[in-house]
């Protein structure tokens, strides 16, 4: 039988429209209820314990929702979270994120991996426990994206700003010979092509978890018999903690991202 509910995505603020994005491309019968806090946002400098209020009020006000089955869409409230939510809520299907440490490290060929994430993210159990699995295979790096979320939900991509900020971080990580650099927050995917261009020429893949996470979310639809009917019209919502003003950004920086990737792929 379908569930018509909507698949609902949490964040701290914007970052999670990344992930949005890849639901949106791929299940195209399923609604989608984005909650970008917004007003507290970012949340990679906060004290633990406030993250996972900060989260279990999103969470709820999700539920309240209707929301089948919950996404959090930022690497820091995952961390923090996570086990708590699918204690506290054990009907709920939950998918969070973690930095995509697995592929890049397999996949390397100098053997040195380098991770960008907020400094919450890579004090958590999951990427430590993570990065420990596979220390064998690569040396990881971590490295904090100072400024980055800001420079994101502030809207400031594509400015020298921007480009300097990410200097800073990156080229750091390519001297020591990194040629897998981890986008390990949802934020992080929006300076993309800032990356890129610090890369350059070098021989060096961008790794982020957005797929991973749109093929969990499916695997979670058809285990747990969600999936909206084929015929459904899907709606699409976005909630915040911040006013109108950030909720229209939200919207307009969510259909920004599907109006880029379909004149990309002309």
């Known amino acids: 039988m379908a569930n018509n509910n909507p698949i609902g995505l949490f964040d701290s603020g914007m970052g999670g429209l990344s992930v949005w994005r890849a639901l949106q491309q791929t299940l195209t019968s399923e609604s989608l209820l984005f909650l970008g806090d917004g007003a507290r946002c970012p949340y990679g400098e906060r004290p633990p314990q406030q993250v996972l209020q900060f989260t279990v009020e999103g969470v709820e006000r999700l539920l309240e929702r209707g929301c089948k089955l919950i996404v959090v869409a930022c690497n820091t409230a995952t961390a923090v979270a996570i086990n708590h939510l699918r204690e506290r809520y054990p009907d709920v299907p939950f998918v969070g994120l973690e930095p995509a440490v697995k592929p890049a490290a397999l996949s390397t060929r100098t053997g040195v991996v380098g991770v960008l994430a907020t400094r919450r993210s890579l004090e958590g159990e999951l990427f430590v426990r993570t ?25 400031r991509e594509n400015t020298p700003e921007a480009e300097q900020a990410v200097r800073r971080v990156v080229e750091p990580l390519l001297a020591e010979g990194a040629d897998r650099i981890v986008l390990g927050c949802t934020h992080y995917p929006f300076l993309r ?18 797929e991973a996470v749109e093929r969990r979310v499916e695997e979670l639809l058809d285990s747990h018999g969600l999936r909206a009917a ?30 880029q990737q379909s004149k990309e792929e002309k």
Not at 193 to 210: C, K, L, W
């Open 230 to 259: 084929a015929e459904n019209v899907p709606r699409y919502e976005f909630l915040t903690e911040a006013g109108e003003a950030y909720a229209e950004r939200l919207r307009e920086k969510a259909w920004e991202g599907v109006r």
């Open 131 to 155: 990065s420990s699995r596979y220390a064998d295979r690569a040396r990881i790096i971590k490295a904090v994206g100072e400024g980055f979320v800001e420079i994101v939900e502030q809207n």
């Open 193 to 210: 092509h800032v990356i890129e261009r610090v890369v350059g020429e070098r021989d060096v893949q961008i790794v982020d978890s957005s």
